[in-house]
């Protein structure tokens, strides 16, 4: 069993939460999202505070903790966003917004051209790429496919990566030779 499910989700101020069948609408500031509720799954509104549960009749429990998380997610998404932060390294490496693409020069022979998706947002501030949005996973997605254009390479740390990512070096031929 879950230990999530043992905690009530809070509601925090801006957020509603209104449970149409097997469909639960979260709404906030930043926008709305809708989360599939699957059968045998219960969400109970106790005040400022909500209650995932089965019905009596399932006999398992595993799915509960998710839609606990997915519900929480989606309240935080709605009030507050989500956010990663990459950063681009290497010599001639750039990034620029155009239209509703996002257009990296990688060091290949032509520019690399990825489109926005319409549920996340792209800033670029020279060599970093903000993501945000609304949606945790796909703020998440988004990020990580751009990061896998250019992963960053173990000996000059060349590539994409994400703000605070710790690259593991390894030592070059010539360091290692020297060494031994």
């Known amino acids: 069993m879950s230990r999530l499910i043992k905690k009530p989700i809070a509601i925090t101020k801006g957020a509603t939460l209104v449970q149409n069948g097997g469909v639960l609408l979260v709404k906030g ?26 019905t009596p009749d399932v006999k398992t429990t595993a799915i509960q903790g998710t839609v606990w998380a997915l519900v929480r997610n989606a309240i935080e998404g709605v009030t507050t966003g989500f956010t990663k932060v990459l950063e681009l390294e290497g010599v001639g490496y750039r990034v620029a917004v155009e239209g509703k693409e996002l257009v990296l020069f990688l060091g290949y022979a032509l520019p ?38 250019k992963k960053p390479e173990p000996y000059k740390g060349k590539g994409i990566h994400y703000q605070g990512e710790v690259i593991r070096r390894k030592v070059g031929k010539k360091a290692g030779a020297t060494a031994a």
Request: net charge negative; proline share 6%; aromatic share 4%.
């Open 29 to 54: 500031p930043k926008g709305e999202l809708m989360i599939t509720v699957p059968p045998g799954v219960e969400v109970k509104n106790e005040g400022e505070n909500f209650w995932i549960t089965t």
């Open 112 to 149: 690399v051209r990825v489109p926005i998706s319409e549920k996340v947002t792209i800033t670029v501030d020279k060599n970093t790429i903000k993501v945000s949005g609304i949606d945790k996973d796909a703020v998440g997605q988004a990020a990580a496919e751009i990061r896998a254009l």
